[in-house]
C-alpha cells in the first residue's frame, strides 16, 4: 500500500512570494491533516479535512494560508505572502475516518520550507 | 488546556542500555496516549499507543504505561540499537475528540 506523498520535499523562498505543497493521501482516507512543524518543536495542527469539508482550521493563520482538498483526494496547502517565521516542516497526514478506533494517522515525509 | 510535556533532549546512550524517555501530559477527561517515532528524512510513524488508565502500549521492544494518578506516559526499552536512533513524540487525543496534540519531541542518539 503507497503511503502519504508530498511534494515538493524542500522549498527554498524570499519573504513575500508565494509557495504551495501538494499531498496526496492514502487511497480511501476520508480525514486529511495538514500540520506545521517548527524547529524543535512538535507538529501543531494547521487544518483537519474530511472528505473534502473543512472540520478544524482553527489554528491556520487565514490572512496568509489556504488550503483546499477538491474532490477529497489531493490537497494543497499555499502561503502568500511567507513570513520569516513560516520556515518550517509542513507535514501531511491522513486517517480512514476520525472517528474512534479509524483515527491512526499516517504521515508523509514533509515539505521542508525555508523563507529568506 | 490540553498539553504534553517531555524531557528535553537530546538523550545519548551507548547500544544496549535501557531507555526512558519522559512524558506527562494535562488534560481533561480521559485521552488516549500516543507515542510516535521519527526517523531521519521520514514522516511521524505511530510506535505505541493507550487507550485508558494502566494499559501498557507495547512495539518493537518499546513499552509505555498509561498512568493517570501520575499523569504520565514515559516511554521505555530494556536494550537500545543504534537503529532506534530517532526522535520521539508523546502525544494525546481527548475521547471524542478530533485533534492529536504532541509534545515538543526527544532526539535519542544511540552510539555503537
Known amino acids: 500500500e503507497a503511503g502519504v506523498a508530498q511534494s515538493p520535499r524542500y522549498k527554498i523562498i524570499e519573504k513575500r512570494q508565494s509557495v504551495a505543497f501538494w499531498c496526496n493521501p492514502i487511497s480511501g482516507h476520508a480525514t486529511l491533516y495538514w500540520y506545521q512543524q517548527i524547529l524543535g518543536q512538535g507538529p501543531k495542527l494547521l487544518i483537519q479535512f474530511q472528505n473534502n469539508g473543512v472540520v478544524d482550521d482553527s489554528q491556520l493563520p487565514k490572512d496568509r494560508f489556504s488550503a483546499e482538498r477538491l474532490k477529497g483526494v489531493d490537497s494543497t496547502l499555499k502561503i502568500q505572502p511567507a513570513k520569516l517565521e513560516d520556515s518550517a516542516v509542513y507535514l501531511c497526514a491522513s486517517s480512514l475516518d476520525r472517528r474512534e478506533g479509524l483515527y491512526e494517522q499516517y504521515f508523509g515525509p514533509g515539505t521542508r520550507l525555508t523563507v529568506t | ?112
Open chain 2, 1 to 112: 488546556g490540553n498539553s504534553v510535556t517531555q524531557m528535553e533532549g537530546p538523550v545519548t546512550l551507548s547500544e544496549e542500555a535501557f531507555l526512558t524517555i519522559n512524558c506527562t501530559y494535562t488534560a481533561t477527561g480521559y485521552p488516549s496516549l500516543f507515542w510516535y517515532v521519527q526517523y531521519p528524512g521520514e514522516g511521524l510513524q505511530l510506535l505505541l499507543k493507550a487507550t485508558k488508565a494502566d494499559d501498557k502500549g507495547s512495539n518493537k521492544g518499546f513499552e509505555a504505561t498509561y498512568r493517570k494518578e501520575t499523569t504520565s506516559f514515559h516511554l521505555e526499552k530494556g536494550s537500545v540499537q543504534v537503529s532506534d536512533s530517532a526522535v520521539y513524540f508523546c502525544a494525546l487525543k481527548k475521547t471524542g475528540g478530533f485533534k492529536t496534540i504532541f509534545g515538543a519531541g526527544t532526539r535519542l542518539f544511540v552510539k555503537a
